[in-house]
């Protein structure tokens, strides 16, 4: 089971946690304006207790919760409580302790304390142990996500179906008031922070982090949607970094015609190569076939007929999948080549998802209806992005006919395409509206990429490129999102930069 159109979402499921990505913006402006926090919200200190025995989490993890402003603007007014947990450094003889390293997972949504709890049970395991060496590592759930007063959704509500594709005016209204309920009910259960979930609030919290962590500048590693939380995070406090990887970049500047067509497009170049492995390759299940066929055959029988998700029972996740979630629910399938134990679905899995629907079980495919990652991650997009482009039927159709145009074997449907489709009427106004950064810092910021990423495609990269100033890209020649626990040539790369603080070559490619 798939979370629910939101693909774009990076599972990086070493510890089954879920990892996206996506934007923020405040009026940023160039460095000179950067920004100090409130006077009195760095006074209080951090302290690190035994988590609770219900989190069941290693024994080397402890937790701690701090206090932060719901609206930063207003720093007197309500609080509410952050929670994380560190697993502390274990310097060995050859590694001495070097500070605090955050680890954001992404999404948005994605909670950095369930992969920093799996990363504590099984770093070494994939690669890093150096960093667990070196660092304490930190995890810290961003506002509104995981145990950071997660965002509450009427459950039912989600649970409805409701079309991203409406080709009807009714169709539309449906799906803009589908949302509304929906936020209405978010609103109710959630409070007041539904409008400060916002990536640039997200990036204020780390920083009041940082400082009652008093352990001295940042050292933070951003995974897709991450990258955007570290961008804006440079771009408010770039005296305060010491180092910022970000891997598998975010641009959040894009209009929102270019974010479909660099996603969707990036999806169905991942998707062709797929179709090739999967025919050739003799772990895949659909060795053989002509597997771009099997895809379009099996949209065309789902577009007549949803197909049987006989292991879902409605509440866990629905019980028939169409067309549509189709589309939506592969792209996240697509993550991972190949199958390292803990990472996540790989594509050998992907060819079995696709073998048992055309086999009349689609299972694997169908979205889930309890993912509270999906809901968090839905209320940060919808303040983070604006969907003008899609305010009236006529200019929904015209992405569409653009995207059917230019990706028709994926049709627009990205994690770009929802979070424009489902914030369509939603109660809270955009916080974070796109608008390029101007990054400038002392300390190198490394950017890391695949060419053909299926979430965050290599034009988004390309793109950061020129809203940070002093950075070195890293490009590795492959496939899939994410390359931080491949344990390859690129993992090594990104320890390396982490521990030592100097950054590799600009340009540098690597192979796996
Ligand atoms: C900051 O001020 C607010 C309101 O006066 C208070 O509730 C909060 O506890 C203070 N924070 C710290 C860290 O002292
Ligand atoms: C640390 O170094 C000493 C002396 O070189 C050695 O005897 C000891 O085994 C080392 N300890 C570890 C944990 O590597
Ligand atoms: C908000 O909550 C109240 C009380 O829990 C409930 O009666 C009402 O129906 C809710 N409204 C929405 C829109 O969910
Ligand atoms: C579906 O399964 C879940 C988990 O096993 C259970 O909690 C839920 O009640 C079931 N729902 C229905 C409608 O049977
Ligand atoms: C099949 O795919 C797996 C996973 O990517 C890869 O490790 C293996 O080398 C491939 N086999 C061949 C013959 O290319
Ligand atoms: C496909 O079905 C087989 C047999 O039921 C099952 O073992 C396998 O896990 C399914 N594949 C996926 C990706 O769920
Ligand atoms: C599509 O449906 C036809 C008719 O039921 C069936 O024979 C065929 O196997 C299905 N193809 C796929 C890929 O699901
Ligand atoms: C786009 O949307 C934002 C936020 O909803 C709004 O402030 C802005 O005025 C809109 N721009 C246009 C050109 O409609």
Not at 425 to 454: E, F, Q
Request: net charge negative.
């Amino acid at each position: 089971m798939v979370q629910h159109t939101l693909s774009l979402r990076f599972s990086l499921s070493l510890l089954a946690s879920s990892l996206i990505a996506t934007a923020s913006a405040v009026p940023l402006t160039p460095r000179s304006p950067t920004c100090t926090l409130p006077a009195n919200s760095t006074a209080s200190s951090i302290e690190w207790t035994t988590c609770p025995p219900e989190a069941s989490v290693p024994d080397n993890v402890q937790c701690a919760s701090f206090s932060v402003p719901i609206d930063w603007d207003e720093p007197h007014g309500a609080h509410f409580n952050l929670a994380l947990v560190r697993v502390p450094a274990t310097p060995s003889n050859s590694s001495s302790r070097l500070g605090s390293l955050f680890i954001n997972p992404g999404g948005p949504g994605g909670s950095a304390i369930e992969l920093v709890v799996a990363l504590a049970a099984g770093g070494e395991s994939i690669g890093l142990g150096p960093l667990l060496e070196s660092f304490d590592v930190i995890g810290l759930d961003p506002r509104g996500v995981g145990f950071s007063n997660p965002v509450k959704c009427d459950m039912g509500i989600w649970a409805e179906r409701v079309s991203l594709f409406p080709e009807t005016q009714e169709e539309f209204e449906q799906l803009v008031e589908h949302n509304r309920r929906l936020g209405e009910s978010c609103l109710n259960m959630t409070g007041p922070l539904l409008a400060h979930v916002d990536t640039i609030s997200a990036a204020k919290d780390h920083e009041a982090v940082r400082i009652a962590l008093n352990d001295g500048p940042l050292n933070f590693v951003g995974l897709s949607y991450g990258t955007q939380l570290g961008a804006q995070y440079a771009a408010l406090f770039p005296d305060n970094i010491r180092t910022l990887l970000l891997d598998s970049m975010l641009q959040h500047s894009q209009s929102e015609a270019a974010n479909i067509l660099t996603e969707s497009t990036s999806y169905q170049l991942v998707l062709t190569d797929f179709f090739a492995w999967a025919a050739t390759n003799e772990t895949s299940v659909l060795h053989g076939r002509d597997v771009e066929a099997l895809w379009r055959e099996l949209l065309a029988n789902a577009t007549q007929t949803p197909i049987p998700a006989p292991t879902c029972n409605g509440t866990t996740c629905r019980t028939d999948v169409n067309a549509e979630e189709i589309l939506f629910n592969s792209q996240a399938f697509l993550h991972f080549k190949p199958a390292i134990p803990g990472l996540g679905a790989s594509w050998a899995d992907f060819a079995s998802a696709l073998h048992n629907a055309s086999q009349g079980d689609a299972s694997a495919l169908s979205s889930s209806l309890t993912d509270p990652s999906a809901i968090s991650g839905l209320a940060v997009e919808c303040l983070d992005w604006t969907h003008n482009a899609s305010l009236t039927l006529a200019g929904m159709r015209a992405k569409k006919a653009m995207a059917e145009h230019y990706a028709p074997l994926t049709q627009g449907a990205s994690q770009s395409w929802a979070l424009q489709h489902q914030c369509l009427g939603w109660p809270v106004p955009v916080a974070n509206p796109p608008a390029k950064l101007h990054v400038k810092t002392d300390a190198p910021i490394v950017m890391v990429n695949s060419y053909a990423d299926p979430s965050t495609g290599f034009p988004w990269a390309l793109g950061m490129l020129e809203e940070i100033d002093n950075k070195v890209f890293v490009s590795r020649d492959g496939v899939g999102h994410t390359s931080f626990a491949l344990g390859g040539e690129t993992t090594q790369v990104e320890i390396e930069y982490l521990i030592t603080g100097r950054a590799p070559r600009d340009g540098l490619v690597t192979r796996s």
